[in-house]
């Protein structure tokens, strides 16, 4: 296991935890990129993480990753905007578009084709809109609870007060409203998350990207890309979205109005998880991708 060059003291233990997953580098159109992955020469699952701070591929990964099995060849980028380990210095100056076109890129470098394709969060909105653009491209298309999807929808949706002051305490709080099992908000975890999201240009790079988000809002030319009204529901690939019941972040109501605007996706409500879904109920969504085989 080749691990991340700035994980170090307490945050290292994170690694640990994770003994299958290996951390990667790659250049994608120029942005050096990490990712980590696990599996073998198996088919291909590529993972799209949220946009809070700290997020990244192991953060909200790290524990659907080793459950997928060694059949599948799962991959979980940084993207771009300030998130994981990859270049902070690349602007993201679209918002999630900018993080679109460097899954895009990544997808493209690593000749990925026939992939299963998880988003999570906002990373929900970045898969869905490449499998609209790449419907060739992707087997299936697993979603989870979004408010970045609800508002591409249609949806009026607001977004909650910032939690993250840069502080170790605020990073606690971030993942205990995004987690459902409180216990496991370990300090290595709030450590891990508190050193990426406050990591050299992170601040900076942060600020362009939310810049980026809300020019998706209000400029018509960024508006209609992010838009997926007339696109998502014709899509022609089966596809899937998993909502937490305790979900505080982006909440069941929320999930209950999407539906019916997408009648050909499937939605599955499961007990007991939270925003981070794909940590609260990693055995039973694993379970699922395994049969898309």
Same mark, same amino acid.
């Given at each position: 296991?080749?691990?991340?060059p700035k994980?170090s003291?307490?945050?290292?233990?994170?690694?640990?935890?994770?003994?299958?997953?290996?951390?990667r580098?790659?250049?994608?159109?120029?942005?050096?990129?990490?990712?980590?992955?696990?599996?073998?020469?198996?088919?291909?699952?590529?993972?799209?993480?949220s946009?809070?701070?700290?997020?990244?591929?192991?953060?909200?990964?790290?524990?659907?990753l080793?459950?997928?099995?060694?059949s599948?060849?799962?991959?979980?980028?940084?993207?771009?905007?300030?998130?994981?380990?990859?270049?902070?210095?690349?602007?993201?100056?679209?918002?999630? !578009?900018? $993080?679109?076109e460097? *899954?895009? &890129?990544?997808? @493209?470098?690593?000749?990925?084709?026939?992939i299963?394709?998880?988003g #999570?969060?906002?990373?929900?909105?970045?898969?869905?809109?490449?499998?609209?653009?790449?419907?060739?491209?992707?087997?299936?298309?697993?979603?989870?609870?979004?408010r970045?999807?609800?508002?591409?929808?249609?949806?009026?949706?607001?977004?909650?007060?910032?939690?993250?002051?840069?502080?170790?305490e605020?990073?606690?709080?971030?993942?205990e409203k995004?987690?459902?099992?409180?216990?496991d908000?370990?300090d290595?975890?709030?450590?891990?998350?508190l050193?990426?999201?406050?990591?050299?240009g992170?601040?900076?790079?942060?600020?362009?990207?939310?810049?980026?988000?809300?020019? !998706?809002? $209000?400029?018509p030319a *960024?508006? &209609?890309e992010? @838009?997926l009204t007339?696109?998502?529901p014709?899509?022609?690939?089966? #596809?899937?979205?998993?909502?937490?019941?305790?979900?505080?972040?982006?909440?069941?109501?929320?999930?209950?109005?999407?539906?019916p605007?997408?009648?050909?996706?499937?939605?599955?409500?499961?007990?007991?998880?939270?925003?981070q879904?794909?940590?609260?109920?990693?055995?039973?969504?694993?379970?699922?991708i395994?049969?898309?085989?």
């Open positions: 296991m080749t691990l991340s994980v003291g307490e945050a290292d233990s994170i690694w640990s935890r994770h003994p299958t997953v290996r951390s580098w790659v250049m994608a159109n120029g942005v050096r990129t990490h990712y980590v992955e696990d599996g073998a020469n198996g088919p291909p699952v590529v993972m799209c993480h946009g809070t701070p700290g997020s990244s591929g192991l953060t909200w990964f790290g524990r659907l080793p459950e997928l099995g060694s599948i060849q799962a991959y979980a980028p940084d993207l771009v905007g300030g998130y994981g380990w990859t270049d902070s210095s690349v602007p993201a100056s679209k918002g999630a !578009l900018s $993080r679109l460097h *899954l895009e &890129a990544f997808i @493209d470098t690593l000749c990925l084709d026939n299963v394709l998880i #999570a969060s906002q990373g929900s909105w970045v898969a869905a809109k490449y499998a609209v653009r790449h419907p060739d491209r992707v087997r299936h298309l697993v979603l989870s609870s979004s970045a999807l609800c508002s591409a929808m249609g949806l009026d949706v607001t977004d909650p007060a910032p939690v993250f002051d840069g502080t170790f605020s990073m606690r709080r971030t993942l995004a987690i459902f099992d409180k216990t908000v370990s290595s975890l709030v450590n891990y998350c050193d990426i999201a406050t990591g050299p992170v601040r900076e790079a942060r600020a362009i990207n939310q810049e980026g988000q809300r020019r !998706l809002a $209000r400029e *960024l508006r &209609a992010f @838009d007339k696109t998502l014709q899509l022609d690939v089966p #596809a899937i979205c998993y909502w937490g019941r305790n979900d505080v972040n982006a909440a069941p109501d929320l999930g209950e109005a999407l539906r605007l997408l009648p050909n996706v499937e939605f599955r409500f499961l007990d007991r998880a939270g925003h879904i794909y940590r609260d109920q990693a055995t039973v969504i694993a379970e699922s395994r049969r898309f085989r």
